[in-house]
Structure formats: structure tokens, C-alpha cells
């Protein structure tokens, strides 16, 4: 009989409740229990679920037998509620932004390595069909050595003084890095390596707190440059979020978006023709035991099932949501004092 | 209740595109009013298309009105419920569609019957308000189907609700109306509907060459439809969001597939030629068949 990862959810909000529902369809996972601190909510799901539900991971995980939780609850518990989890031995699934403070990201990281658990943070796009083959051919050399990697994210959110964007700020949801631009920038990193210096320039158009409108160009450690253009005051993009990457090597480039991959090559490479080619993302097989939502999510949480249940090594880890939590501070930073920035890079161990 | 062999989809009346954000924002220039859906809608009917598919949005009810008033009751209806962000609004009673997505979150979580649902762990009340609000609104399209949207009929399937899809069932038929479903986990949701005795005489699912959105596989796909004999099939997604020309998208669906009806969006006059005279060569003279679908 398959073994299964026995795992409870923190956060029965949208987010947890999504989750719990492909927790449901997948054979790799048993849901065990679920968790919120509105005792309605919790019992809502847990009844909705057929599982026991509880107002706190401590009463649950005093009560139930779980191997994993996964986290969904808002940023601003994270760290507590990861913290507690590791330090009891079970492997634990984080929603993004890890922390959304890259001291306590390094903490809640080396933690859960020194209790030897697996942790995985949830930046999903990187199991989305167009990012992940885009990984896969500029792993497999199809552009050649990587040298630029530019990235950006366009929302309309937070569009007039009355969408309110400080309400739901850096202490809420983390500002417009909450609400997609963490997924972009850890994407913009997973392909262009650690930062070494930054320069940015931001803007509060609406917000009091983190910035609305992000524009820098950095250099990473491994010589590849970029820049990377953010924001959620934009007009106009109310049909699907924009998120797109365009990648130069030294022998093409490629822009990919959810959408569609976009790739010009300096020569034959595969199944790949000199010249223009174009991926849709509905053309790039994508198959899994149950798709809810969006694409990305169920692979997602598979391969966490798999790092655990495979004892292989996850990913993305929360090392690398320690990586975005930093960027994201030395971007405030950068356009703050106006200077170029070069950010402390903690090590993994 | 008859039930065409092709069918107008409405995905690009809402602009919804697998293309990319180009062709989104072109539907949205394009079928920003009631008349320029109605021409699309009218153009397909003209070419033998007696089948319309509709989300409860109100440019489509508008358009699909207009249609229903020229073909009377030649023409089936299909509805799809709940259009989820437009549901939520109404039950907020802040108007039909373009709400802020964050209003209306906002508006969710505090909503009233929500939190009752929790106390009481019983859904029931929460999706019968919100399902007599959602056949009101479309009562004047007259629709003959009303399939259950896919993200809720997935979910209501992988958690085993049960009451809940009898309750969807219920109030369609109280309608007059046929109930079905739609689904992006084909292999789930039957094994599912079977497991619980639940029975519906229409299902809504991807069939395409290219296996997209086809879940957990191509071939389990197959297997099942071949296996649900019981059930008419209307095959969506047939062209693999734009990857596969008509004619093959549509001889996979009838013919490998074996699915009885297909529903394809159209962005223009000129794609409903091309789409439904492709229809034609492939169907020949079952273009025009219908099904007798009775609701069990």
C-alpha cells in the first residue's frame, strides 16, 4: 500500500481551503486535521472536510497523529507557526512570502535543517508548465551561458486612493511583494543566482508602506545582470496577472510567460529549430491526479510529498524564501537611501 | 430536452484566452457590448448552430435573450453556474460583474451566512440562497441545461458532498431545467459520482489531442468516458486553447474521444465559419443531430 504523508493545514482561508481540497486529491497526502483561529472557520472546513479541527497547531498537533503541516495563514505567523512545527520534528509547507524578514527567514531555514525536517516555501510559479520547461532549457544549455535575466510583474490592484493599498500593507499582506511579487522575484532568482548589488528606484503611489512600483537593475554573483520592473498601480492589467521573464544567453533568448514561451536561438538545439519558436502553455504536457484551481498547485504539492516521503531534497526551500525576503528588503532599502545596494547574503549552513 | 451536437462556448465574450494577454485584451476591446456578442452568437446560428453556452454574466444573459427571441425555442441554452466573483457580488448586493476582486473577498469573509454555515458546519443554506439568486438571474435566457461550474463540482466530488450536488440537482430540475456538470478532473469526478450514487445525465470535460487539462491522463479520460455509457458527454477545450486547428480538435472529439456534443468559444465571424463549416465536413449529416437528454 502507498505510504501517505499525513498532513494538517494552518489557515482555512482561501488559500488553506485550496489546499486542503488537493490535499483531498491526491493519494500522497492523508488530511489529518485543520486549523484556524477562527473557531468557525476551523470547524466549517473540518466539518466540509470530514476532518477534526482545532483553534491552534498546538491543540492540534497535542491531539493528532501528523507528519507535515503546511502552512496558509497569514505572512505575519509564519515564523511562529513554522518555528513551533520544526522544532517538534514535522516537516512543514509554508505559503509565500516566508517571513517577509530575512532575519527571521535564516532562523526559521537553519532550524529546520539542524532538526533535519523538509521544508518547502510555497512560490508555485516554478511548477507552473511555461517556467518549468523555460528551467529546463536554459538548464539543458538551449540558450547557451546565461547573462541576463530580466523580470517583470504588472498588476492593477492598487489603482486609486480608495483601494486603500496601506490597509493591507507590509503588516497585513506584505504590500504588492504579497500579492505577486514575491512569486516573481523568486522566479527572477531561481534563474539569475544570488544577488551581489542592486540599484533601485521605487515609488508609493498609493501605499504608506512598501512601495507600489518597483524598478532596479542588479548584478548577480555568477556574472548575469538584469532588471526587474514590479508593480500593482498599473492600469489596465485586470484580466490575469502579468508575470514574465526574458532570458538572454550567448546563444539566444527566450521570454516566458504563463502564457507561452517565446525563444530565439543562434543555432539547431533538440527538437528546436535556428531562429523563432513558440511554446504554448497548453501544448506542454501537464498531467496530475487532480488539478484544482491553477496550474502549478498540484505538482506543487507533490513534490513536497515526494521530498518527504522520498526523503529527497525539496524544493523551493525556505533558503531560497530566505533569498526573496532579503531581496525584498535591500530593494526597499536601495530606493529608500537612493544608492546601490550590496546585500549580506547569509549562507545557507 | 434536445441537446445539439456543436455547440457557441462563451469563454471569449468573457475574455478568457490560452493564447496570451494580446488576444485577452482584444476580446475585452471587442466584446465590450451586448450587440458585438449577439453578432457572433447570431453568425453561429446561421450556420446551423442551434446549441449556446452562457456563464451568468449579464453581456451573454443580454445577447443570449436577443438570440432566444429571433429562434425561440429551436435554440438550447446551456447555462453554467456560478459565475464564482459574479455570484458573490450579487449575494453581496452590490450589482452583477467588474467588482474589485479584493471588495469582493473582503465582502465573503464577513458574509453573514458564512459565518452561520460555520456554526453550524451546514453548507446547504449558503449555496441555496446563492443558487436561487444565480437561476433568477438567468431565468430569462430560459436555458434548458444548467451545468454546475467545474471548480465547485470538483471540489463537491473530492470531498465527498453529496448533498450538495443532490441539492445543485434539485433546484435545476425544479426549474425545468436539465442539471450536469463540469469538470477538469474527468477520472475523479466519475469514480466519485459513482462511488456516491449520484447520477447525472450530462457531463461537461476536456477532450483534446494534445491531452490539455485532460486529468489524471489522456488515456484514463477515455476510459472513463467509454465506460459511462449512461451519460452524454459534451467535450470542451477541443482545441487545446488554441493549439490544434477545428478540424482536428473536433475529429479527436468525436471520433477518438467518442464524446456525443463539443462546445467551442469563437472570437469572431470569421472563426465561426472556420470552426463550424470544419464541423460540418467532419460531422456530415450528424451535424444537425440532437440528443434526447432526460433528466433521471
Keep these: 500500500m502507498q505510504k501517505k504523508l499525513r498532513v494538517a493545514i494552518a489557515g482555512m482561508g482561501e488559500m488553506g481551503m485550496v489546499r486542503a481540497v488537493i490535499a483531498k486529491g491526491l493519494s500522497q497526502y492523508e488530511l489529518v486535521s485543520v486549523i484556524d483561529a477562527r473557531g468557525t472557520f476551523a470547524r466549517l472546513a473540518g466539518k466540509q472536510l470530514g476532518v477534526s479541527h482545532y483553534t491552534s497547531y498546538a491543540k492540534a498537533a497535542s491531539s493528532e497523529e501528523f507528519d507535515a503541516l503546511m502552512i496558509s495563514t497569514p505572512f505575519t505567523s509564519h515564523y511562529e507557526l513554522g518555528m513551533d512545527a520544526v522544532r517538534q520534528g514535522k516537516h512543514v509547507f509554508c505559503e509565500k512570502p516566508l517571513a517577509g524578514d530575512s532575519r527571521k527567514a535564516i532562523e526559521m531555514h537553519r532550524t529546520s535543517v539542524k532538526k533535519g525536517v523538509m521544508t518547502q516555501v510555497g512560490y508555485n510559479w516554478r511548477f507552473h508548465p511555461t517556467f518549468s ?29 480608495e483601494d486603500r493599498a496601506d490597509k493591507k500593507n507590509r503588516e497585513e499582506r506584505f504590500g504588492f511583494y504579497g500579492a505577486l511579487g514575491v512569486h516573481g522575484l523568486d522566479l527572477w532568482l531561481w534563474f539569475g543566482g544570488r544577488p551581489s548589488s542592486l540599484s533601485a528606484q521605487t515609488t508609493r503611489v498609493f501605499s504608506s508602506g512598501l512601495s507600489d512600483l518597483i524598478s532596479a537593475v542588479c548584478r548577480f554573483e555568477k556574472g548575469v545582470h538584469g532588471l526587474v520592473d514590479l508593480g500593482w498601480s498599473h492600469h489596465g492589467f485586470v484580466d490575469k496577472d502579468e508575470l514574465s521573464l526574458f532570458l538572454t544567453g550567448t546563444a539566444g533568448s527566450m521570454s516566458v510567460n504563463a502564457d507561452r514561451i517565446e525563444m530565439y536561438l543562434e543555432k539547431e538545439w533538440n527538437e528546436f529549430p535556428c531562429g523563432d519558436s513558440l511554446i504554448y502553455a497548453s501544448e506542454i504536457p501537464y498531467h496530475t491526479e487532480f488539478w484544482f484551481t491553477h496550474r502549478g498547485l498540484s505538482h506543487e504539492m507533490e513534490a513536497f510529498a515526494c521530498s518527504v516521503l522520498q526523503n529527497k531534497k525539496p524544493s523551493p526551500t525556505w533558503y531560497d524564501g530566505y533569498l526573496v525576503d532579503r531581496l525584498v528588503e535591500a530593494l526597499e532599502e536601495s530606493g529608500r537611501s537612493n544608492s546601490v545596494i550590496s546585500p549580506v547574503i547569509e549562507e545557507s549552513e | 430536452m434536445k441537446l445539439p451536437k456543436i455547440m457557441l462556448g462563451s469563454n471569449p465574450f468573457h475574455a478568457v484566452s490560452y493564447r496570451g494577454s494580446e488576444e485577452r485584451k482584444e476580446f475585452r476591446r471587442r466584446f465590450n457590448n451586448v450587440e458585438s456578442v449577439y453578432k457572433v452568437m447570431e453568425h453561429s446560428a446561421e450556420l446551423g448552430v442551434t446549441g449556446f453556452h452562457s456563464y451568468a454574466k449579464d453581456m451573454e444573459i443580454r445577447a443570449m435573450v436577443k438570440l432566444r427571441e429571433k429562434l425561440g425555442d429551436s435554440m438550447t441554452v446551456v447555462s453554467i453556474l456560478p459565475d464564482i466573483y459574479g455570484a458573490m457580488s450579487r449575494q ?25 454555515a460555520g456554526v453550524t458546519g451546514n453548507l446547504l443554506p449558503m449555496i441555496d440562497s446563492i443558487l436561487k439568486t444565480e ?23 473530492v470531498t465527498d458532498q453529496k448533498n450538495l450536488l443532490l441539492h445543485f440537482k434539485e433546484k435545476v430540475l425544479e426549474t425545468g431545467a436539465i442539471p450536469g456538470l463540469t469538470t477538469h478532473n474527468l477520472g475523479m469526478t466519475c469514480g466519485k459520482l459513482k462511488t456516491m450514487g449520484v447520477h447525472f445525465p450530462v457531463i461537461e470535460a476536456p477532450f483534446n489531442p494534445r491531452g490539455f487539462m485532460m486529468q489524471p491522463s489522456i488515456e484514463r479520460c477515455l476510459e472513463v468516458r467509454r465506460e459511462a455509457a449512461d451519460v452524454c458527454f459534451i467535450g470542451k477545450k477541443v482545441l487545446a486553447g488554441g493549439s490544434v486547428s477545428p478540424a482536428e480538435g473536433l475529429a479527436y472529439a468525436y471520433r477518438t474521444a467518442g464524446v456525443q456534443c463539443t462546445v467551442i468559444g469563437i472570437g469572431s465571424v470569421s472563426e465561426a465559419d472556420e470552426t463550424f463549416c470544419a464541423g460540418k465536413e467532419i460531422l456530415g449529416q450528424e451535424y444537425n443531430t440532437q440528443y434526447d437528454i432526460e433528466a433521471v
Design chain 2, 135 to 157: 437561476l433568477n438571474f438567468i431565468k430569462v435566457t430560459r436555458p434548458n441545461f444548467v451545468l454546475l461550474h467545474g471548480t465547485l463540482t470538483d471540489m463537491a466530488c
Design chain 1, 133 to 161: 520547461k523555460a528551467r529546463q532549457l536554459v538548464d539543458g544549455g538551449a540558450i547557451g551561458q546565461l547573462k541576463y535575466a530580466g523580470l517583470k510583474v504588472y498588476k492593477s490592484e492598487v489603482t486609486r486612493p
Design chain 2, 92 to 116: 453581496a448586493g452590490e450589482g452583477a460583474q467588474d467588482k474589485n476582486l479584493a471588495k469582493i473577498k473582503l465582502v465573503l469573509k464577513n458574509m453573514p451566512s458564512l459565518i452561520s
